[in-house]
DNA sequence: TGAGTCCCGATTTTT
DNA sequence: TCGGGACTCA
C-alpha cells in the first residue's frame, strides 16, 4: 500500500503532468481521465454510445493497480457479457503487464457462481435445505424438469398453473430480489399464495439436486451475505474496488448485491434492524474516511438499457446518486465511434423518449456518408439486398469481419443466412444455435455434471438410458418413488437398486452398475493433478477433463452408439455429432491447457454460463457476423446493416401496445444506429412471411404487409440516402409510400400499382461512386450456376425449403410465389438498370433444389463463368452442411453449418484401415475389418471380432492397432 | 421397450 | 407448417 494517505494520493494524480501516468492517461479527454484517475468513493459515470467507457473502464483498473498502489485481487469489475469481460481482461492485462493476472472479472452470474462454491456451504435455509460446493448450475430445461416434478406431486393443475408461466413468474421474482420465504411473507392472493407454495417446493428440489437455477447464483449468494455477516465482512475487506458495466441493465438481485460488497454503509433496512453503519450524522470528511482505499465505480447508458424483460431498471442507475450521496458523477459525451451522421440519425430516434438522464453526445468526427435505406419487397429481396451490398464493399477493400448484420428477432436470421450460404460468403451466427444445446454435448455434460455432482437427478435421467441400458420409464418411476420415499437422491437409490420392489433382475444389474461406474471409475478420474502435501508426489490427473470424457465415451459406448447408428442410417445426422463430440473434446483440451484452474468445477461452470462456443480462431477469419440488437450491445462495427424495421418486428409486436415498451423499443434502435462507425444500411420488407394463428385454431404461413417503422419517420429528414416513408407511413406497396426523396436520388422509384418499386440508380450512391462497379448485373442470382440445392444430406432438405418459398425467385417466372404477373416486366427492374435477364427460365416450384432456374447476370456469375478474386477468400464447393442439429433437418445454420472453417482444428489422425486388415481394439481383442464407411477422415470400420461380434467404430476414437494384413 | 399417433406451440430479447 | 413431447398400443 501507499506510504501517503489516500487524499494526497488524489491531489497528486491529478496532475496530468506527473510523466509516469502518461502512458495510463494518455489520449484521454478532461472527463475520461477524471474518472480514470479519481480518488476514493462511490462514482457514477455516465457514458454515452462510443464515449470510450471501455477504455476508462480498462484504464481505471491499471489505474488503481499501477498507481494507487491497489492490489489487483482486491478489484472486482463486472462486466455484462462473458465476452466482454474476456476482451477487457485482456486489455487489462495488456496495460498492468508484469504478468499480473486480473482474476476477479466476469458477469454477475460468474461471479457470484464463483463465490458461491467457496462460501455455499455456510448456507442454509431457514428450512434447513443446504447445498454443497460441488454443486451444479441447471439451464431452463433442468429447472422446468424439476419445477414440472415438484408441481405433480403437489398435484397441481398444470393448466391453471402453467409450468412455463410459474417458472417465468418464479425467475421474474428472484430477478427482483425475492427468495421463496420473501415472496411466501408478501404473498396474499389466493394464485400468489399458490406461487409462494410451488416457488418453495420447486426451491427445495432444486437442494436435492444441489443445484442452482441461473437466477438463484446471484440471490442466493446475496441471501448468503445477508445471513452471514461474517462472510460479507470478510468479503467487503477483500474486495475494496467495485466497478460496474452496463449498469442501465442491473435488476434489483444484482443491486443488492452491489450494495453488500460494495457501500460502505449499511442500507436502511439493516440500520433500522438495529446493525451496520449508518452514514447519518457524519461530517463529509468523516464519510470521506470512510471510504479510505474504497470505490465503487458504476457505469451506464440509460439510453441503453434493453434489458427491462429481466426486470433490469435503469431507475436504479438513475437513482444511484441518491443511494450514494457522496458519489462523483462523470459524464462522457464525447463520441468517438461514429460519423455526424449516424449519431443525428440516432439522436434524432432516441429524442422520442421520455425517461432520460439530459446528455448531449458530441461527435468528434466528420459527417461521413448518408444513411442508405432500402426497402425490399420481401424479407428475401431484403437480404439478397443486403448481401450484394456486402460483397460490393467486400470488392472495395472492406472485410466481410468489418460488417454486421443486426435484427431484432432470432428468427430473422434465417433469411438471411439462406442468401449468405447461397452467395458464399462466410458469416458466423452470434448467439445463434448453441453448441452446448445439441442434444449430444448435453448428453456428455450431464456424464460430466453427474460426475462432478452425482445428486444432479436431471442429468442422471438424462443419460441414464443413453445408451441404452434397458431402463425405461417405468423402472426410473419405481426408482424416484424409492428416492423420494428414502428422502435420497435418484443414484443412491441406484446403488442399492436390489433393495427395491418390483424391479427385474436385469434392470437392479443395470441401475447398480450404471450407479456403481459413476463412483468408483468416473469421479476418482475427475481428480486434477496435484502435488500431495505430505509425500509431495504428484497425484490426479494432468487432462481431468478431456481424459474423464474419453473414459466416459469408451465405458457408455457412446460413440460407438453413434457409429452404429451412422451406419443404419438411423440417424443421418450421427456424423456430425461424432464430431461434435470431438469438437468438445478438443475445447476441454485447450481448456486443460489455459485455464487458471482446469478442474471440472471450473469447466462446467464456465460451460454453463456461457452459451456459445467463442472459438477465437474463427474471430480471426474474414466472416460476416449476423446477431441480434441485444447481443451487439457493447460492440462495435465499421459498417452496420440493420434489419427488418417495421412495426412488429422492430418495434416487435408485443411492444405496440405499451408506451414503456415502446421506449424499449426505441433504445433497441439507438443501440443499433450507435454500432456503426462508418456506413449504416437500414432495411426492411413490405411483405413478410408469418406463421400467424387463425381464430378457428388452424396456423398457416401468410404473408403479412407491415408498414414502416415509426422510428424511420423519427430520423431527420436528408440522413437517409434513399427513399423514405414520411409521417404517415406507407402501409405497404411502394405505392402508398408517404414519404420524400433523398435529394440525391431524384428518381422515383415504384412502378405503382404493382407494389414493385424500380430500385434507385447506383450513380450517387453512398460515396458518390458514379463509375458503379456493377456493369449493369441483374440483382438476383438465378440459381443456375449454383451447386446450393444439390447440396446432399441436410442440403437437399434446405434446398427444398428455399425453392418453395422462394420459387419465383430464382428462376422469375412462374414461381409460385413470384409468379411473373407480380413482378412485371421483368428486364426492367434491375438494380442500377441492369437487365434481369433469364427472367423466364426455370421457375417451378423447386428452382433453387433442381438447380433450374434463369441464369441472371450477377456479377460473380457473369455469363454463367464464375468470376473469381470479388470473392476472396470464400469458399469454392458449396457449404458442406453438417448434420450436427439436435433437429434433424431443421434448417438452422450456425458457424457450426457454415463451414469452410479453415481453422477448424485438426482431424484427430488415425491409421487408415482397408476392408481385410486385421487390428487390434482395447476393450473388442482382435478382429477383421469387413467394410468401411464413409471416406477421407469420416472413414468408420465395420469390425468383426471375436466375442463381441460385428462392431462400427470410429478409428478417431478407437485406438485401433492394425497387425499385418491377412494374406 | 419401441413404434406409431396426435396435439400443441412456435416468434422477443439472454445469463 | 413442422417438430417435439405426451400418450397409446403391441
Given at each position: 500500500m501507499n506510504e501517503t494517505t489516500g487524499v494526497e494520493v488524489v491531489s497528486a494524480i491529478m496532475a496530468p503532468q506527473m510523466p509516469r501516468h502518461q502512458d495510463i492517461l494518455a489520449r484521454l479527454n478532461k472527463e475520461q481521465a477524471q474518472a480514470v484517475s479519481q480518488g476514493w468513493g462511490p462514482s457514477l459515470i455516465v457514458a454515452g454510445a462510443g464515449s470510450g467507457k471501455t477504455t476508462v473502464l480498462t484504464r481505471r483498473v491499471a489505474f488503481l493497480i499501477k498507481e494507487l498502489g491497489q492490489d489487483a485481487d482486491s478489484i472486482m469489475a463486472v462486466t455484462f457479457t462473458n465476452k466482454a469481460a474476456k476482451e477487457m481482461k485482456t486489455r487489462i492485462e495488456t496495460i498492468i503487464g508484469d504478468r499480473t493476472r486480473f482474476q476477479w472479472i466476469g458477469t454477475f452470474h460468474s461471479m457470484c457462481a464463483r463465490l458461491l462454491r467457496k462460501y455455499v456451504e455456510d448456507y442454509k435455509t431457514p428450512e434447513g435445505w443446504q447445498w454443497s460446493k460441488n454443486f451444479v448450475i441447471y439451464d431452463e430445461t433442468d429447472s422446468m424438469n424439476v419445477l414440472k416434478a415438484e408441481m405433480k406431486k403437489l398435484g397441481f393443475d398444470d393448466k391453471v398453473f402453467p409450468p412455463k408461466e410459474i417458472r417465468a413468474t418464479i425467475s421474474a421474482l428472484k430477478n427482483d430480489g425475492y427468495t421463496y420465504n420473501l415472496y411466501a411473507a408478501e404473498a396474499v392472493a389466493y394464485r400468489e399464495r399458490k406461487i409462494a407454495e410451488i416457488f418453495a417446493v420447486y426451491q427445495k428440489g432444486l437442494a436435492t439436486n444441489n443445484a442452482f437455477d441461473f437466477d438463484d447464483l446471484i440471490l442466493v449468494f446475496t441471501d448468503l451475505m445477508r445471513r452471514n455477516p461474517a462472510v460479507r465482512a470478510s468479503l467487503t475487506r477483500r474486495f475494496q474496488h467495485l466497478m460496474i458495466d452496463e449498469f442501465q441493465d442491473t435488476n434489483k438481485s444484482q443491486y443488492e448485491f452491489v450494495r453488500l460488497l460494495g457501500d460502505v454503509f449499511s442500507s436502511p433496512e439493516e440500520i433500522s434492524a438495529g446493525r451496520g453503519r449508518s452514514l447519518a450524522g457524519l461530517t463529509e470528511q468523516e464519510v470521506k474516511d470512510q471510504w479510505h482505499e474504497r470505490s465503487l465505480m458504476v457505469v451506464g447508458d440509460v439510453d441503453q438499457s434493453i434489458y427491462s424483460w429481466r426486470k433490469a431498471d435503469y431507475r436504479i442507475f438513475l437513482g444511484f446518486q441518491n443511494d450514494f450521496s457522496n458519489c462523483n458523477m462523470i459524464k462522457l459525451e464525447e463520441n468517438y465511434r461514429s460519423t455526424s451522421t449516424i449519431l443525428d440519425?440516432?439522436?434524432?430516434?432516441?429524442?422520442?423518449?421520455?425517461?432520460?438522464?439530459?446528455?448531449?453526445?458530441?461527435?468528434?468526427?466528420?459527417?461521413?456518408?448518408?444513411?442508405?435505406?432500402?426497402?425490399g419487397s420481401d424479407q428475401i429481396d431484403e437480404a439478397f439486398y443486403v448481401v450484394e451490398e456486402l460483397k460490393r464493399l467486400k470488392a472495395r477493400g472492406r472485410a466481410y469481419n468489418d460488417a454486421t448484420i443486426l435484427y431484432r428477432t432470432n428468427a430473422q436470421s434465417r433469411a438471411i443466412e439462406e442468401v449468405l450460404i447461397r452467395s458464399g460468403v462466410p458469416y458466423t451466427v452470434v448467439g445463434g444455435t448453441k453448441f452446448y444445446d445439441r442434444a449430444e454435448i448435453k448428453d456428455i455434460i450431464a456424464y460430466l455434471k453427474l460426475t462432478f455432482n452425482p445428486k444432479d437427478g436431471q442429468s442422471f435421467m438424462r443419460v441414464v438410458n443413453q445408451p441404452r441400458r434397458g431402463i425405461g420409464k417405468t423402472s426410473m418411476e419405481r426408482l424416484t418413488a424409492y428416492a423420494d420415499q428414502r428422502g435420497c437422491s435418484v443414484i443412491e437409490a441406484a446403488v442399492e437398486a436390489q433393495r427395491i420392489g418390483n424391479l427385474s433382475p436385469k434392470t437392479m444389474a443395470a441401475l447398480s452398475q450404471f450407479a456403481n461406474c459413476v463412483f468408483t471409475r468416473w469421479r476418482p478420474r475427475s481428480v486434477p493433478e496435484q502435488l500431495n502435501e505430505e509425500t509431495g508426489q504428484p497425484m490426479g490427473y494432468k487432462d481431468p477433463i478431456s481424459g474423464l470424457i474419453q473414459m466416459i465415451l469408451d465405458d457408455t459406448g457412446y460413440m460407438d452408439m453413434l457409429a452404429e447408428e451412422a451406419m443404419n442410417s438411423k440417424d443421418e445426422l450421427a456424423v456430425g455429432r461424432m464430431e461434435n463430440i470431438r469438437e468438445l473434446l478438443l475445447v476441454a483440451k485447450e481448456f486443460e491447457d489455459v485455464a487458471d484452474t482446469p478442474?471440472?468445477?471450473?469447466?462446467?461452470?464456465?460451460?454453463?454460463?456461457?452459451?456459445?462456443?467463442?472459438?477465437?480462431?474463427?474471430?480471426?477469419?474474414?466472416?460476416?457476423?449476423?446477431?441480434?440488437?441485444?447481443?451487439a450491445k457493447g460492440l462495435e462495427f465499421p459498417v452496420v446493416f440493420l434489419m427488418g424495421l417495421e412495426e412488429g418486428i422492430l418495434p416487435h409486436m408485443r411492444s405496440l401496445e405499451s408506451d414503456t415498451a415502446m421506449e424499449e423499443e426505441r433504445r433497441l434502435m439507438y443501440v443499433g444506429v450507435t454500432r456503426a462507425e462508418d456506413l449504416l444500411y437500414i432495411t426492411r420488407a413490405r411483405k413478410r412471411s408469418f406463421i400467424n394463428r387463425q381464430a378457428d385454431g388452424s396456423s398457416g404461413f401468410s404473408a403479412q404487409m407491415l408498414p414502416a417503422s415509426r422510428f424511420l419517420s423519427e430520423i431527420t429528414p436528408g440522413l437517409l440516402s434513399g427513399f423514405f416513408p414520411g409521417a404517415s407511413g406507407g402501409a405497404g406497396g411502394g405505392n402508398t409510400r408517404g414519404g420524400g426523396y433523398d435529394d440525391e436520388n431524384q428518381e422515383h422509384w415504384g412502378g405503382g400499382g404493382s407494389g414493385f418499386a424500380k430500385k434507385p440508380s447506383r450513380e450517387g450512391y453512398i460515396d458518390d461512386d458514379s463509375s458503379s462497379s456493377r456493369s449493369g448485373g441483374g440483382y438476383y442470382d438465378g440459381g443456375g450456376?449454383?451447386?446450393?440445392?444439390?447440396?446432399?444430406?441436410?442440403?437437399?432438405?434446405?434446398?427444398?425449403?428455399?425453392?418453395?418459398?422462394?420459387?419465383?425467385?430464382?428462376?422469375?417466372?412462374?414461381?409460385?410465389?413470384?409468379?411473373?404477373?407480380q413482378r412485371t416486366g421483368s428486364g426492367s427492374g434491375g438494380y442500377g438498370g441492369g437487365q434481369r435477364t433469364g427472367s423466364g427460365a426455370g421457375g417451378g416450384a423447386k428452382p433453387a433444389a433442381s438447380g433450374a432456374g434463369g441464369g441472371a447476370s450477377r456479377q460473380v456469375y457473369r455469363n454463367g463463368q464464375r468470376v473469381e478474386g470479388l470473392t476472396t477468400g470464400q469458399r469454392k464447393e458449396p457449404p458442406r452442411t453438417f448434420a450436427n442439429q439436435h433437429t434433424p433437418g431443421q434448417f438452422k445454420p450456425s458457424m457450426y453449418d457454415n463451414t469452410g472453417r479453415p481453422g477448424a482444428p485438426a482431424e484427430p489422425e488415425f491409421e487408415r484401415m482397408v476392408v481385410g486388415d486385421v487390428v487390434q481394439h482395447a476393450k473388442f481383442g482382435v478382429g477383421k475389418v469387413e467394410q468401411v464407411i464413409g471416406e477421407g477422415n469420416k472413414e468408420l470400420y465395420a469390425i468383426t471380432f471375436g466375442e463381441p461380434g460385428k462392431k462400427i467404430l470410429d478409428p478417431k476414437f478407437a485406438k485401433l492397432i492394425k497387425l499385418s494384413p491377412e494374406a
Open positions: 440519425i440516432a439522436n434524432s430516434v432516441i429524442r422520442n423518449n421520455t425517461e432520460r438522464i439530459d446528455k448531449e453526445l458530441r461527435c468528434n468526427r466528420d459527417a461521413g456518408a448518408k444513411a442508405t435505406y432500402y426497402e478442474d471440472l468445477e471450473t469447466f462446467l461452470t464456465r460451460i454453463s454460463l456461457v452459451s456459445d462456443l467463442d472459438n477465437e480462431k474463427l474471430e480471426k477469419e474474414d466472416n460476416l457476423k449476423l446477431m441480434t440488437l441485444h447481443s450456376s449454383d451447386k446450393y440445392g444439390d447440396n446432399s444430406g441436410g442440403g437437399n432438405r434446405t434446398g427444398g425449403g428455399y425453392g418453395n418459398s422462394n420459387g419465383g425467385r430464382s428462376g422469375y417466372g412462374g414461381g409460385n410465389q413470384y409468379g411473373g404477373g
